[in-house]
């Protein structure tokens, strides 16, 4: 079975952040993940992270004026030099969290937009071979367009074909069941097309993105699928708990026993 990371910028929210850490490991979590650790001192989190003994699953490089709507910044013209200062940056909290998995935000844009795409593309060869330097996987992950209306990197399958273009080594897929269900459905079928460049897998329900323990996809079988699979990464729990973090953690208990 998979390991599981709790995602903390969604889950034990009724904790300050740094408390969060605490509060996952306590629950048995021994893995974490966080969307952008940017508002506390790196020294800050990668002591919580000893302290605690989890290992950091992943976070965003820098996504720009995040307050201000912007999702990235890789397909967006004029911003090379924010994104490479983005990227040390980022670097400075990896070496303190210990964290082998970067994921790079795409931004708001026409995918079909050939400028666009070399944009990105050249974003993406850049910090790849910055991060290979340092041993640590970029991760591209496609984004559904209804939580996210007019994402640049919006299709699993084309995400997937871009990194198989690239040829680069530490270009990995972050699938996310979530939003492979509402971009395409077909789950299993694009796990077993996609499973070698997979780097990081992420869940929540669908359509209410709540504890993976119903709805409309069937995560028992999912799991299994992972196993069989030979999937040995972790699994990050990007979920909305419906209450409480503790009360809807049913699911978990059930697949530590």
């Not at 013209?77 to 490479?84: A, K, L, N, S, V």
């Not at 509402?182 to 694009?190: E, L, N, S």
């Amino acid at each position: 079975m998979a390991r599981f990371a709790a995602n903390l910028t969604m889950m034990f929210t009724e904790h300050a952040f740094l408390d969060r850490f605490a509060a996952a490991a306590d629950a048995g979590f021994d893995a974490v993940e966080f969307l952008f650790p940017y508002e506390h001192p790196p020294e800050a989190i990668g002591a919580r992270l000893a302290r605690h003994g989890l290992t950091q699953a992943l976070f965003n490089l820098p996504p720009g004026n995040w307050a201000a709507g912007e999702r990235g910044l890789a397909c967006l013209p004029g911003r090379r030099d924010e994104m490479i200062a983005g990227t040390a940056l980022a670097l400075d909290y990896a070496a303190a969290t210990g964290v082998t998995r970067l994921h790079l935000m795409a931004g708001l844009g026409d995918r079909h937009d050939p400028a666009a795409m070399t944009r990105y593309r050249d974003a993406v060869t850049r910090t790849a071979e910055t991060l290979a330097a340092h041993g640590i996987d970029l991760l591209l992950e496609p984004i559904n367009g209804r939580d996210m209306p007019g994402y640049f990197l919006n299709d699993i399958d084309a995400a997937a074909a871009l990194i198989g273009a690239l040829g680069l080594g530490n270009v990995r897929l972050q699938f996310d069941m979530y939003h492979c269900q509402i971009m395409h459905g077909d789950i299993t079928m694009r796990l077993r097309r996609h499973i070698k460049m997979i780097g990081h897998v992420q869940i929540a329900s669908v359509p209410s993105r709540h504890e993976p323990d119903g709805e409309e996809v069937n995560y028992p079988f999912l799991f299994e699928e992972l196993d069989r699979l030979g999937y040995a990464g972790i699994v990050g729990c990007e979920y909305r708990p419906r209450g409480a973090t503790r009360d809807g953690l049913g699911w978990f208990e059930t697949l530590r026993r």
